[in-house]
Nanobody
């Protein structure tokens, strides 16, 4: 299971840190990705951390602003979001491929967290 948390309302330019807590498996053995879905849009990949610790970015718009990290002791993956923009408003989900490598195809992620709402607005 995956449990996403940490969303909220933030002003443009602000920061938030999302958490994705895993149970039943270890995050350092599996790729964990963050996805987001804005109203009226398809769910899109944001970025992903491989079991090796390497990172794959799936949304160019977040490069230089979003950072993914992992705390193996807490079995949790984090998404640090900085310089937030109104366009980042979405429900954010974490998911795993149940394997060591990140994959760009959303449909190949087989375990999903419940989603956490991020709203960027003044």
């Amino acid at each position: 299971q995956l449990q996403a948390s940490g969303g909220g309302l933030v002003q443009p330019g602000g920061s938030l840190r999302l958490s994705c807590a895993a149970s039943g498996f270890t995050v350092d053995d599996n790729a964990i990705g963050w996805f987001r879905q804005a109203p009226g849009k398809e769910r899109e990949g944001v970025l992903c951390i491989h079991s090796s610790g390497g990172v794959s970015y799936y949304a160019d718009s977040v490069k230089g602003r979003f950072i993914i990290s992992r705390d193996n002791a807490k079995n949790t993956v984090y998404l640090q979001m900085n310089s937030l923009k109104p366009g980042d408003t979405a429900v954010y989900y974490c998911a795993t491929t149940s394997g060591p490598f990140c994959i760009s195809q959303r449909d190949l992620y087989d375990v999903w967290g419940q989603g956490t709402q991020v709203t960027v607005s003044s």
